[in-house]
């Protein structure tokens, strides 16, 4: 599984480090106006397509009804849905980074280490109890709600409970069966045997219980239809936390990529360092996972993106790898709500088709003459 990696940015010439870092800056400044951007479409794009509602929003001495609507369609469904899409683009795309500077491979992603199959066979697991969720509601309003992944309160708290749950408890394992993170090669081969493992066992579960299959089917399609402010909070104060843990071992990843080696030779502990780095991957991948479902690429996408526009150290890369990412998810749900409006495609299936054809894209232009590989 392993891959020869390109030195670190702190290796490079001086000269190229700077220019290296003025991209960096302007990156980030593009991706933070970008980020702002999608916030204001955010808000004019609905189930009827493009429709924007902020002069109404504006103008509360017009229609009362038309503000008072617009107003509940715009701060309680568009903005925490847009928010919160970038929001767990942004925790994948750090998890991402992190992923790939701890395995010191670029096709690493949040998933590896099992927490996506665990998140499935909790979500399997919690459905399976409930009846499919049937149970908690009643009727033909049980069959709707269930339909799209469970919008009722009870049923959403229990659903996101079992997929952090599920998906911490898939890491615990991976670990258990790694005996610690002293060995990456270990420790990926483990994650690859739980995921397979739990993925059987889900399917088996869906196979005993028909009736959970659609709302699963939601789940493993990925939704950002109902996330609301509590979840917005929640994923950005994890980002946060995330966020500055990361960055406080970017040296240690900055190290790693030179080698176990001269990674101990320059001093670092490197069981600490890994596992702090486990807690980040398995705490940020949990939280975004729990709260839209499986969501592919976009944190396998946006550290290859940011690598391409400003090789940059990992502090930098894991930042610009978040920025990247809330990008990629908010701008993929803003597509998959207005591209077949009325009718709305599931995010994770938009995200797949095109972070798949950038991949397919980029291997193809590495292995043509004159490519890197």
Known sequence: MSAVMPLPPATLPTCASTVHARRGRWLAL?????????????????SSGFENLLPALWN????????????????????????????????????????????????????????????????????????????????AQSAIAVSVYSSHWLVRLGLTGAAFVGAVLAVLLTLALARGVQHTLRLLLAGVVVGVVLGAL???????????????????????GFVGWTSCVLMAGVWLLCLVVAWLLARGLDGLALGEATALSLGLRL???????????????????????????????????????????????????????????????????????????????????LGGGYLLWLMHRRTSPGGLL
Not at 202 to 224: C, E, K, N, V
């Open 30 to 46: 593009v991706l933070i106006a970008l980020a702002l951007c999608l916030f204001v479409l955010g808000t004019a794009v609905g």
């Open 60 to 139: 509360p001495q017009g229609d009362s009804a038309a503000h008072a609507m617009a107003q509940k369609i715009v701060w309680d469904i568009r903005l925490p849905r847009t928010l919160g899409a970038w929001c767990a683009g942004a925790l994948l795309g750090l998890a991402g980074a992190v992923a790939q500077g701890l395995f010191r491979n670029p096709l690493a992603d949040p998933y590896l280490l099992g927490s996506a199959s665990g998140a499935s066979l909790g979500v399997a697991v919690a459905l399976a109890l409930t009846g499919g969720g049937a149970g908690m509601l009643g009727g």
């Open 202 to 224: 889900t399917s088996l579960i869906l196979l005993l219980s028909p009736d959970s299959l659609q709302a699963m089917q939601a789940f493993l399609l990925g939704s950002t």
């Open 271 to 353: 069981a600490p360092l890994r596992a702090a780095l486990v807690a980040v991957l398995a705490l940020a991948t949990g939280t975004a996972v729990a709260q839209t479902g499986l969501i592919a690429f976009v944190g396998l996408a946006a550290p290859h993106l940011v690598r391409a526009a400003a090789p940059v150290p990992h502090g930098r890369l894991m930042l610009l790898s978040s920025l990247m990412g809330g990008a990629l998810l908010a701008g993929a749900d803003l597509l998959a709500r207005g591209l077949l409006a009325p009718q709305e495609l599931p995010v994770g299936v938009l995200t797949a088709v």
